[in-house]
């Protein structure tokens, strides 16, 4: 079950997204509210109706979901936040990284953005990883922003420029 392709998310798509939140509640609960089919549903064509959300998809020789990847775009800044996740199948495969990645680079290219932004709970070192592959340098912390189980969690703030050295500079200047 190899990664194949990189696409926009599709309204078939809706049953893996599902499948992705039921799987691991926890983790997927700051992604939104998706429970059943008809709120993955509904969640998938929100993102694919909304013209400031671009999004991306790695999908599998069977053209199953296995990472999502989106930017909601401030035009007027040419700025985007970026947000992701991985259905549990694909995790610790580094293909979400190469999706970010794909993403940021379409984005901060022919997307004509200037500036990507992201966040990641600072005790998430699997985000924290995928941020650092796609090539965002981490610029600060904002302590005790999210409630999580009833604690308060740090996040840390990563971005990547346009003017940024890619990511495969950054990884032969640290080998």
């Known amino acids: 079950m190899g990664v194949t392709t990189f696409r926009g998310l599709q309204v078939g798509d809706a049953a893996r997204v599902l499948d992705a939140f039921v799987s691991d509640a926890a983790e997927m609960s700051r992604q939104g509210d998706v429970h059943d089919l008809d709120t993955a549903r509904a969640s998938v064509s929100r993102m694919r109706d909304n013209p400031e959300t671009h999004t991306l998809v790695a999908a599998d020789d069977a053209d199953r979901l296995l990472a ?30 190469q999706l970010v990645r794909a993403l940021a680079d379409r984005e901060l290219g022919e997307g004509g953005l200037h500036r990507l932004e992201l966040g990641y709970r600072a005790n998430n070192p699997g985000s924290a990883a995928v941020a650092r592959a ?42």
């Open 134 to 175: 796609a090539g965002f340098v981490r610029e600060g912390l904002e302590r005790e922003k999210f409630l999580v189980d009833g604690r308060r969690v740090d996040v840390v703030t990563a971005a990547r420029l346009r003017t940024d050295p890619s990511p495969d500079s950054l990884a032969s200047i640290s080998s």
């Open 68 to 97: 999502f990847a989106a930017v909601s775009v401030d035009r007027d800044n040419a700025n985007g936040w970026v947000f992701y996740w991985a259905h549990p199948d694909a995790r610790r495969r580094g293909i979400t990284s």
